[in-house]
């Protein structure tokens, strides 16, 4: 009997171990559950910090690039970068570092006269980054230093009101020389070349195409035509859309054709010479936020972001990978002028000398 009663109670304590062991292996898989689930949630935020390293760090732009705000959301959106920006034509933005001498608040300029980043480049005012995004933009369009590099290409025309030039019983211009003609006397706007990049780029072109004494002849001819001289790259088109003058020389891009829906005016590329400048970005020396601009610049010069960018104001953009905006139908590339841009750089406080001399105070 009692052998029995032995066994019995060997047998009860067998099983309440099994059941304490069961118990307690249960418990472990819950633990081990919690803490599997507690490392994938840290590897998720780990991962999410290393693909927005730059989250809330504010950069500051100089933008000089029509609709280019259109795309700020989505950068913003991607990276966690937030943008603050100011419009400013390069040329007033070239005088104001020179002010400076430098010491800039503004991380990165974005657009606009292409002859304003040499200068700035050759005063020291500009950081050296190549972004491994030059790799897919014609070499033609970018920096030969790796101080900048360009978004898009700019081709330059003319915007035209068709319903004042029938009013006033005008010819549709076509060429530049037509634009010499007496019979647009007073009708014609330009950008003061020393504030718009853009307008200084026409003015430097056509000296490279038909020759220093020739040019300055022309130029001299167009100058009788034009009472006003805007003081943006944007004004001529403004104007002439609201019927204050009949032909703008102007950047035709974007918003040209947005214009062209709503108001009776026509972007008109020259039969020939058509001079262009690539629309440029770079980092400024005096950036405190250097990295997070290479993120800027990197993002904006990628296919991705170039087709953003595209979307927000349609041009031809730099990078080969994506296509021309179908807008830019009627443009004939081989028209464009076999441009130097290094030398229109470098020959722009002789060439604004002379033309101040031209037009007077």
């Given at each position: 009997?009692?052998?029995?009663?032995?066994i019995?109670?060997?047998?009860?304590?067998?099983?309440?171990?099994?059941?304490?062991?069961?118990?307690?292996?249960?418990?472990?898989?819950?633990?081990?559950?919690?803490?599997?689930?507690?490392?994938?949630?840290?590897?998720e935020?780990?991962?999410?910090?290393?693909?927005?390293?730059?989250?809330?760090?504010?950069?500051?732009?100089?933008?000089?690039?029509?609709?280019?705000?259109g795309?700020?959301?989505?950068?913003?959106?991607?990276?966690?970068?937030?943008?603050?920006?100011?419009?400013?034509?390069?040329?007033?933005?070239?005088?104001?570092?020179?002010?400076?001498?430098?010491?800039?608040?503004?991380?990165?300029?974005?657009?606009?006269?292409?002859?304003?980043?040499?200068?700035?480049?050759?005063?020291?005012?500009?950081?050296q980054?190549?972004?491994?995004?030059?790799?897919?933009?014609?070499?033609?369009?970018?920096?030969?230093?790796?101080?900048?590099?360009?978004?898009?290409?700019?081709?330059?025309?003319?915007?035209?009101?068709?319903?004042?030039?029938?009013?006033?019983?005008?010819?549709?211009?076509?060429?530049?020389?037509?634009?010499?003609?007496?019979?647009?006397?007073?009708?014609?706007?330009?950008?003061d070349?020393?504030?718009?990049?853009?307008?200084?780029a026409?003015?430097?072109?056509?000296?490279?195409?038909?020759?220093?004494?020739?040019?300055?002849?022309?130029?001299?001819?167009?100058?009788?035509n034009?009472?006003y001289?805007?003081?943006s790259?944007?004004?001529?088109?403004?104007?002439?859309?609201?019927?204050?003058?009949?032909?703008?020389?102007?950047?035709?891009?974007?918003?040209?054709?947005?214009?062209?829906e709503?108001?009776?005016?026509?972007?008109?590329?020259?039969?020939?010479?058509?001079?262009?400048?690539?629309?440029?970005?770079?980092?400024?020396?005096?950036?405190?936020?250097?990295?997070?601009a290479?993120?800027?610049?990197?993002?904006?010069?990628?296919?991705?972001?170039q087709?953003?960018?595209m979307?927000?104001?349609?041009?031809?953009?730099?990078?080969?990978?994506?296509?021309?905006?179908?807008?830019?139908?009627?443009?004939?590339?081989?028209?464009?002028?076999?441009?130097?841009?290094?030398?229109?750089?470098?020959e722009?406080?002789?060439?604004?000398?002379?033309?101040?001399?031209?037009i007077?105070?």
């Amino acid at each position: 009997m009692r052998k029995f009663l032995l066994i019995m109670l060997i047998v009860v304590l067998a099983f309440s171990l099994i059941a304490c062991g069961g118990d307690n292996g249960e418990e472990d898989v819950s633990v081990n559950e919690e803490v599997t689930e507690a490392e994938g949630n840290d590897v998720e935020e780990m991962d999410e910090e290393q693909e927005r390293p730059f989250e809330g760090t504010v950069l500051e732009l100089s933008v000089a690039y029509g609709g280019a705000d259109g795309s700020f959301e989505a950068f913003t959106e991607e990276t966690g970068i937030e943008i603050e920006w100011v419009s400013l034509s390069t040329g007033a933005k070239l005088s104001q570092l020179q002010a400076e001498e430098g010491e800039t608040t503004t991380d990165v300029w974005f657009g606009g006269g292409v002859d304003s980043y040499f200068a700035a480049r050759d005063l020291g005012y500009l950081y050296q980054y190549r972004s491994p995004e030059f790799d897919n933009i014609d070499e033609k369009y970018l920096d030969p230093e790796g101080y900048f590099g360009a978004l898009s290409l700019v081709p330059f025309g003319f915007i035209v009101n068709e319903e004042l030039i029938e009013e006033l019983g005008l010819d549709m211009p076509e060429t530049w020389e037509d634009l010499a003609d007496s019979q647009y006397d007073g009708e014609i706007i330009m950008a003061d070349p020393s504030i718009s990049g853009g307008q200084y780029a026409i003015l430097s072109g056509l000296i490279q195409v038909m020759g220093e004494d020739a040019a300055w002849e022309y130029w001299e001819a167009v100058n009788e035509n034009v009472d006003y001289y805007a003081q943006s790259g944007g004004e001529p088109q403004q104007k002439v859309a609201a019927g204050e003058f009949a032909i703008g020389l102007t950047a035709i891009h974007g918003q040209t054709f947005g214009l062209m829906e709503t108001a009776p005016v026509v972007g008109i590329f020259p039969s020939e010479n058509i001079p262009w400048i690539p629309a440029p970005i770079a980092i400024f020396e005096n950036s405190e936020n250097k990295e997070a601009a290479k993120v800027l610049v990197d993002w904006y010069l990628s296919e991705h972001g170039q087709d953003i960018l595209m979307e927000a104001d349609a041009r031809i953009m730099a990078n080969r990978k994506v296509a021309p905006p179908e807008e830019m139908g009627t443009l004939n590339m081989d028209q464009l002028i076999d441009f130097d841009l290094e030398r229109m750089g470098r020959e722009r406080e002789e060439i604004l000398g002379s033309w101040k001399e031209l037009i007077g105070e």
